[in-house]
């Protein structure tokens, strides 16, 4: 045989040579629930060793994180029921203890990148992305919005925008209305393919966000979809986008390749909650190594074409890699 690909197998070293990509923690994103309040730092039942962090906590967590190699975050708040109602109004607010944490972690920290989330349900007395009136989910209604709480969380200082909504036309709105205020620089990740998944249960549990009523099927995306996907891209790319999501991950490798094959701009990935939590409770009964396996996930997301990987993992794996160096 000439051929015996074996021979690029045969030492760790060896492998090392041959390795095709190499994922590193720049590229991953470590995600921060968010509280109001001090000294707050609330655990998570159906997400394993992650927390509501108040301000101060958060800060204690993003040193950690940095100390490893990890630089962005993605903030989502939990946000009393008292403060939410139809029109969202709390997420523009001055009050918005989640603005006010925005400008604290770039003072402390101007080297990070924060990523935020533009969405009416962490605010919405419906629980839903969008503006609801008599049940339905009214798309054009929710653009101005979205606008609102763009602008609020630009002048917050934060450094790339996550519309997650799903609502039609929602970039290239939001694309104007910085523009219009200035904010040329604020940079916009699409949630270009958020599919209506079973794997986000953990995250609404964090954040109290599930709908009273119905669900997301109408504006999150079928997951039998592949085509759709590409609509989306196309769409989020001609308004504006600097980046594309893909959200849930690892289920959705295909969607993450065809993407990147399709499309000059940077594509993320969000490695989310129920996916997090299974390697988690698997580990926990024994019945596989939490760390070899959020590593091979990881980088499978990598190698389908991911540049960027949002995941509740990231922390770990950075520690993992800086560990073994």
Known sequence: MLQRPRRNRKSAAIRGLAEEIHLTPQHLVQPLFLVDGMKKKNAIKSLPNIFQLSIDQSLKEIEACLKVGVASFILFPAVEEKLKNKTATYSYSSKNFYLKAI??????????????????????SDGHDGYVENGKIMNDKTLPILAKMS???????????????????????????????????????????????AFYGPFRDALDSAPKSGDKKTYQMNPANKREALLEADL???????????????????????????????????????????????????WLDYQQCLDETLLSIYRAGADVIISYGAKDFADNKKRKA
Not at 109 to 124: G, N, Q
Not at 181 to 195: C, D, M, P
Not at 238 to 251: I, N, Q
């Open 236 to 286: 989020d790319f001609a308004e504006g986008a600097d980046f594309m999501m893909v959200k849930p991950a690892s289920v959705y490798l295909d969607i993450i390749h065809v993407l990147k094959q399709q499309f000059p701009i940077p594509i993320a990935a969000y490695h989310v909650s129920g996916e997090y939590a299974m390697l988690q409770a698997a580990a926990k009964n024994g």
């Open 103 to 124: 400008k604290t972690f770039k003072k402390e920290f101007p080297e990070i990148c924060l990523i935020s989330d533009v969405a009416m349900d962490p605010y919405s």
């Open 151 to 197: 602008l609020a969380q630009a002048e917050a200082g934060i450094d790339i925008l996550g519309p997650s909504d799903m609502m039609d036309g929602r970039v290239g709105y939001i694309r104007q209305a910085l523009d219009e205020a200035g904010f040329t620089e604020t940079s916009i990740v699409s949630y270009t393919a958020k599919y209506a998944s």
